[in-house]
């Protein structure tokens, strides 16, 4: 099983909340779902709540699972603020075990691809499909591996934008990319320019990050063999047909009986 060396930059929530704000089109496609499937509704790898958080609003049972305490701290803040009522817990997905079903089991944020391996991705399927009661709904996106794209500017220094860190430094972060066609892993390494008042006194720490890309036909058969059919694929949250140059593989699935 790959390890997760890939997720230190998680830990720092208020750059995540500020990079990652929630879209209208991505709301209201979790809420319509939720409409129709109704709850219990499981979060998996919620991050800060950013999905979590506002359908909890919308008055579901929700629950929220990742790996890194931080995010779940944050989230738990967050979840105050807003005066709602939401099961955190912290566990590795791969090794969930809670007990009981939901209506409605989704992971968003891409958080799919960073399922690097077999072993990962069969151990995130097998939690999902021990938590998804026979008539539940499963959902998650991931980006769409066209190959003109990640074949262009390997190692190429790109511009990542600028933030403010957890702790008060301004940051500039630039990262150069390759990908490695065999293993359908994207890797990226991040230069990270951090500095308080004066941009000469930065430091640079770099930071590594992986993910994993599926193509749609692996898909299907992927969630096919793990016991899932593919309901519905969209090419974004607006739910656009899926084509081949859609930014996004949307999958709406069902448990299949086995
Ligand atoms: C891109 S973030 C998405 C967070 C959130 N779903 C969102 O949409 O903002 C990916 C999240 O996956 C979590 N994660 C990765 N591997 C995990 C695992 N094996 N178990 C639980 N959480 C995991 C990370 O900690 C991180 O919070």
Not at 112 to 128: A, C, I, K, P, Y
Request: aromatic fraction near 12%; glycine fraction near 6%; hydrophobic fraction near 35%.
């Amino acid at each position: 099983m790959i390890d997760f060396d890939n997720l230190e930059g998680y830990r720092d929530t208020v750059a995540y909340d500020s990079l990652n704000k929630l879209k209208e089109i991505e709301e209201r496609f979790f809420v319509d779902l939720a409409q129709r499937s109704g709850g219990p509704i499981l979060d998996i790898a919620c991050g800060t709540g950013r999905l979590t958080i506002p359908l909890a609003k919308q008055g579901y049972e929700m629950t929220g699972v990742d790996i890194i305490p931080e995010t779940l701290e944050a989230a738990k803040k967050k979840a105050l603020n807003a005066g709602v009522a939401v099961r955190w817990i912290q566990a590795d997905v791969r090794q969930l075990e809670l007990q009981r079903r939901y209506k409605m089991i989704f992971t968003t944020g891409n958080s799919f691809q960073h399922f690097l391996d077999r072993e990962s991705q069969e151990g995130l399927l097998r939690t999902v499909y021990n938590h998804l009661e026979d008539d539940g709904v499963f959902t998650f996106e991931t980006r769409n591996p066209i190959l003109s794209r990640l074949a262009e500017d390997n190692e190429i220094v790109k511009d990542a934008g600028t933030y403010v860190d957890k702790d008060g430094n301004n940051v500039k972060s630039t990262y150069k990319r390759s990908y490695d066609h065999k293993n359908h892993l994207e890797y990226y390494t991040f230069t990270n320019r951090l500095w308080k008042e004066d941009e000469s006194d930065a430091v640079e720490v770099e930071e590594p990050f992986v993910l994993r890309y599926f193509f749609p036909q692996e898909l299907e058969s992927f969630l096919y063999y793990n016991g899932f059919t593919l309901e519905q694929v969209f090419g974004n949250f607006d739910k656009s047909s899926f084509q081949a140059d859609s930014p996004l593989i949307v999958c709406v699935c069902r448990k299949r009986s086995l």
